[in-house]
């Protein structure tokens, strides 16, 4: 029997944030940034496009100020400018450790929350949201900066990033 049958839709929201967080976002990072040098973080094709440095802040600030401080009701202290300006001292073992700090954050806030923090209405940067979907914003704001950094990292090395290397995506679904 699925286990996922047994669990609240609090439980599955949260397993999910943690799948599509942890296991999807934070992996292809690092993957990321293995294939790059420090100097490479902070470089970008032009002015319009963050850096890989400056998108790991941003999601960072992000997640700190939609869970931790938007649901977890944790101080708020994000200042966004910041992310997005030139930070060429900052090292890739530090985005490292701020990426693995904000997760044991993450996760003790996520622990800790009561299945009616999931249908609570909170205002998050402004926004009128429930708890469901902050925790939808910052997987999708995850993903989709993810993705970019992504890009940066291909446009820096002309390497792929074999994600799903070894696996066969071309199988068709059977539906019975």
Sequence with gaps: MNQDCNMSSSELVIKEFENRVFNESYERIY???SMIED????????????????LVLHICGNARQW?????????DNRDRNMEFMHHPKIKKS??????ENLK???????SELSSDAIEKKYTIQGFEVNGFSAMV???????YHTGQITFLTKWLTNKNTEY????NLDQTNNLN
């Design 67 to 75: 869970i931790l401080s938007g649901i977890g009701n944790r101080e």
């Design 104 to 110: 044991v954050n993450l996760k003790q806030t996520l």
């Design 164 to 167: 799903y290397g070894g696996l």
């Design 39 to 54: 100097k490479d973080l902070w470089k970008s094709p032009n002015t319009s496009i963050p850096a890989i440095g400056n």
């Design 137 to 143: 914003h910052v997987i999708e704001h995850f993903s």
């Design 94 to 99: 530090e985005l490292v450790f701020l990426l």
């Design 31 to 33: 993957r990321c940034m």
